[in-house]
């Protein structure tokens, strides 16, 4: 359920007037607390401005940014969605991971929308290169056996010529 600006705000000056916990203020209002949370620390650095939602489309040199800034000044994840004005910390969170996995350079890559599925011709000629790799391997693996069945069997023979002799 969206929860508009005007509840948003309604909400948040009621936690900071006193009218109880987070917990009680955001049941009052049908909402989460941990909602709640985010909209005060935002409106505490900055103001009602904070409250207002901005489009979550992000540049890499912004990410990087926000990740540094993170580093250097010690702050926890919700402190520095409030500080840049990023309405979901779980971004900064992901961002981080990106960060320590891929460097910052991962932070560039545009991650958005579903995951591009192979063409189907593509699809069609690697599942066939696949199957010929499979029954190579299986023809190179019979002609291996049929080396060692020789090999065996012209031992026996060899036993049995000088058993005979």
């Known amino acids: 359920m969206k929860i508009s600006y005007e509840q948003r705000l309604e909400a948040t000056l009621a936690y900071l007037n006193g009218n109880g916990s987070y917990k009680k203020v955001a049941k009052q209002f049908s909402m989460h607390s941990s909602d709640l949370q985010k909209w005060v620390a935002l409106y505490r650095n900055h103001g009602i401005e904070g409250l ?27 402190e520095t969605a409030a500080h840049f004005k990023i309405p979901s910390f779980r971004s900064v969170l992901m961002w981080e991971r990106i960060y320590y996995q ?20 593509l699809q069609a000629t690697s599942l066939k290169t696949i199957k010929e790799n499979e029954l190579l391997l299986e023809v190179q693996k019979l002609r291996m056996e049929n080396e060692y069945l020789k090999k065996y069997n012209a031992l026996i023979q060899e036993k049995s010529k000088k058993t005979k002799k």
């Open 52 to 78: 207002i939602k901005k489009p979550g489309k992000y540049t890499g040199d912004f990410k990087v940014s926000v990740i540094e800034y993170m580093h250097t000044h010690g702050t926890s994840v919700r």
């Open 102 to 121: 891929e460097g910052a350079d991962g932070l560039y890559k545009e991650r958005r929308g579903k995951a591009r599925k192979m063409n189907p011709k």
